[in-house]
């Protein structure tokens, strides 16, 4: 391909509304544009690597043995109404009606359609196991689509289902799964790490995701350096810090303290010279079913996840500052867990239970109260785990410091079991000519997602690094001197013979300055680049630059820089790492 011909519509300097430095990339190298929020089209650049990412995917599902398909992107909201989830995604469903008046959706993921496929087609345990897979698009309307693909309203999934007959062929299926996810993030060069997780909105009684470190992750996990201890930040346990309190505050009663204008945890401590972790902060939230009360220490974060499940609710959100005014009767900033109006549920965490006194806020505004008792000042309704991990937090296994990390999300595993197939009625039937409910597990990759993260956790200063397989191009030949014909005829030639060796070659032919050619092809991220100047010509050697290190190579002849291109191209991952 020559770059004259083709369509990379670069950018010199970074994007305003790009915050991550893989989406800032992407947009100056000209792999996607926006359209809108959320909303993106892959450019030539961006398809291309999006496809070779696709044909990986596509080598390990295929060798698991899992057969490909495509399903419709429109789905009629009927189905989701027979499973319940319609309400369950809520706005991020998509909802429109045809001229019909028929309600359908736009696809946030495939769970329904697949398991009527089954149903209508799938008649007999002879015809199982079977796990069929696409690649395809996905729509969830997100409050706030952010960070490029990795936070999107359309996206692009890689989803398998795995049909079995029972519990130990779903295990079978499920183990080749997730064999297959490994070789997968092996050929693309990740650290990563397969984590136990909750099974969140798609359900079942297993799953894990799989997560690569990155420092700018959305994600959090939790790391046990000693015993190999896992889990994700909204899974993960810890043991509980149970230190006794202050001899000042074991008082019969509680003690009003005057803390003017002093609303924050921090503030207050600093204020009463007291350690924070003498606080008990007390969070008001609105659920779907009422107000709902966190209390943790003041060190510590509610981890919201947690708490949805102590409290038995699914929607859980921060309390308006007129409905805290209400409850507590005090300005936001003095919340206390007693005398609450209008309250459902008060859930505190086992630290305050199993730790006595407390200073919390008096609900009264530039005040605070000391000695406070739970079960003698306040009745909590549920004691539970609702703190999130923090590093030297004890391991729950050998009581070794845990450390928690970022990362990035890339997979996702579940054993669904019977969850769908029960729902929808999906049966076949088995050896006793009994019918069964199909037994079914679930396997995604967010492949948008996973592009943008090889690009925000392998590039560099320079531009876009991706592993070989997954470039655009595997080398560039960079004509320096297109007013030369010896130096044009020689570029002509080399870009020639590649194409026709099969190489995946871009050739730049433009009438710009040689640095300006050199920086375009490091920001695109060609792995491999031969260079043609006078120095080509004076000295009849052939320079090759090999991106990973800027390592530079000298040949003598094209035979042997055409051998050399060729065993690049066949490296999987990354220069040095397996060439």
């Known amino acids: ?196 997780a909750e099974a969140g909105e798609i359900g079942g009684s297993y799953s894990e995701e799989l997560m690569v470190f990155s420092e700018y992750g959305e994600d959090r996990i939790v790391l046990c350096g000693n015993c190999g201890y896992s889990a994700s930040i909204d899974d993960a346990d810890s043991v509980g810090d149970y230190h006794g309190p202050l001899e000042s505050c074991r008082q019969p009663r509680m003690t009003k303290l005057f803390t003017p204008g002093k609303k924050s945890v921090e503030d207050v401590s600093a204020y009463l010279k007291v350690d924070r972790t003498c606080f008990a902060k007390t969070i008001i939230y609105e659920t779907e079913s009422g107000f709902v009360v966190g209390v943790v220490r003041g060190d510590r974060e509610i981890n919201e996840h947690k708490l949805k499940k102590a409290a038995g609710v699914k929607n859980l959100f921060l309390a308006k500052e007129s409905d805290v005014e209400r409850i507590t009767g005090a300005p936001c900033g003095f919340a206390g867990p007693f005398g609450l109006n209008g309250v459902r ?46 590093n030297g937090d004890k391991c729950p296994r050998c009581s070794g410091g845990l450390s928690v990390k970022n990362a990035i999300e890339l997979g996702h595993i579940f054993k669904l079991g019977d969850k769908y197939s029960s729902i929808l009625d999906a049966k076949f039937l088995d050896e006793k000519g009994e019918f069964k409910f199909f037994v079914m597990g679930c396997y995604g990759i967010g492949v948008g997602r996973t592009l943008q993260t090889l690009i925000e956790v392998f590039s560099d200063e320079s531009g876009i690094n991706l592993p070989t397989s997954i470039s655009p191009f595997t080398v560039a030949v960079v004509s320096l001197n297109t007013g030369d014909e010896e130096i044009v005829g020689l570029s002509e030639k080399i870009y020639g013979d590649l194409k026709s060796s099969g190489i995946d070659v871009l050739y730049d032919d433009r009438k710009l300055s040689a640095g300006v050619k050199l920086k375009d092809i490091d920001l695109i991220g060609i792995p491999f680049k031969i260079v043609i100047g006078n120095r080509t010509i004076k000295d009849k050697k052939y320079e090759l630059i090999i991106k990973t290190g800027n390592i530079k190579e000298s040949y003598e002849d094209l035979e042997s820089l055409y051998k050399r291109v060729s065993e690049l191209s066949k490296i999987d991952g990354f220069f040095g790492n397996d060439a």
């Open 1 to 196: 391909m020559r770059y004259s011909k083709f369509f990379i519509p670069s950018l010199k300097e970074d994007p305003k509304e790009a915050v991550l430095k893989s989406h800032k990339l992407l947009l100056r190298a000209g792999y996607v544009r926006q359209l809108s929020g959320g909303i993106y089209t892959y450019l030539p650049l961006g398809l291309r690597s999006l496809r070779k990412l696709e044909y990986i995917i596509r080598q390990e599902m295929n060798s698991a043995g899992a057969v490909e398909l495509s399903m419709p992107f429109v789905q009629p909201l009927d189905i989701w109404r027979q499973s319940g989830r319609d309400e369950d995604y809520g706005k991020e469903l998509l909802r429109f009606k045809d001229r019909q008046d028929r309600d359908f959706c736009l696809a946030p993921t495939y769970e329904e359609v697949i398991t009527d496929l089954a149903k209508r087609n799938i008649k007999s345990y002879k015809e199982l196991p079977l796990t069929l897979y696409q690649i395809h698009l996905k729509f969830r309307d997100e409050m706030r689509p952010r960070f490029g693909l990795m936070r999107a309203k359309e996206f692009i999934m890689k989803d398998a289902y795995s049909f079995d007959a029972d519990d130990a062929g779903l295990d079978k299926s499920y183990k080749a799964m997730r064999k297959a996810y490994e070789s997968i993030f092996k050929r693309l060069g990740f650290a990563f790490k397969f984590i136990k």
């Open 345 to 390: 549920l008060i859930v505190i965490d086992e630290e305050i239970n199993n730790s006595e006194y407390w200073i919390t806020g008096a609900n009264e505004q530039d005040a605070h109260m000391a000695n406070v008792k739970p079960e003698r000042d306040f009745t909590p309704d549920v004691v539970a785990n609702i703190r999130s991990v923090q």
